[in-house]
């Protein structure tokens, strides 16, 4: 789309104006990667004044026609708890969302849950599911975590060579035999394997730039893609 065009610098010059204008358009004609664009320009404060209220309510259109990106985004506003009252369930709720359509992101922050119970019952079994899930998709984080969890045979077959090997190297082994799921500032954050806590991160803060709190691995102010 056009706004893509504007936003990115591609073959034009960067416009956030513009791009959230054409953004505006296509979320006006129901289309949800505009609805979920023009809600991170929105949260971002690009091409016009931060509105959060609005980016909400265009996550959640976007959410609800099927975005996982902003079921995603969307969780971790609650999550939050500043942009919208905290609520730890209703976030669990958009995690598994966005998990059950394959965001990697999502499985990662979803098996956070899982591992401390939070928004969820606790499920070791399920967390290292989706650890795996995340990692065969890339999520650096989920990779070293299951990898742990393999060498320490946590919620999967204990298996210290493969695990070992895998922290080593830094990505896991991929294992088809087992179940693949298709895909805080909470009072208790999701926590790594074996150390300190950890929180996933907005997505448009995500590709290059590492945050001082916990969980920020990456970091631009783009949509996720």
Do not use: C
């Not at 916990?214 to 631009?220: D, E, L, S, T, V």
Request: aromatic fraction near 6%.
């Amino acid at each position: 789309m056009l706004g893509e065009l504007y936003a990115n610098a591609l073959g034009v010059k960067r416009d956030y104006a513009k791009a959230a204008e054409w953004y505006q358009r296509a979320a006006d004609a129901g289309d949800r990667e505009g609805m979920f664009a023009l809600a991170m320009m929105r949260l971002a404060g690009r091409g016009g004044p931060v509105n959060r209220e609005e980016a909400v309510k265009l996550l959640a259109s976007s959410a609800k026609l099927g975005n996982p990106k902003a079921a995603y985004n969307l969780a971790l506003l609650y999550l939050d708890g500043q942009t919208l009252p905290q609520d730890l369930k209703r976030s669990a709720e958009l995690l598994r969302v966005a998990a059950d359509a394959g965001n990697p992101e999502a499985q990662y922050a979803l098996a956070t849950f899982y591992k401390e119970g939070t928004g969820v019952p606790k499920d070791i079994d399920k967390a290292v599911r989706l650890l795996q899930a995340a990692s065969l998709a890339d999520n650096v984080d989920a990779e070293v975590e299951y990898a742990i969890a393999l060498y320490n045979g946590t919620g999967t077959p204990k298996n210290e060579t493969a695990g070992g090997g895998a922290v080593a190297q830094g990505r896991p082994p991929k294992q088809p035999d087992r179940a693949e799921p298709p895909g805080p500032r909470a009072g208790q954050r999701p926590g790594r394997a074996g150390g300190q806590g950890r929180r996933p991160e907005m997505a448009h803060r995500r590709q290059n730039r590492r945050q001082g709190r916990p969980g920020a691995r990456r970091g631009a102010g783009e949509p996720q893609r």
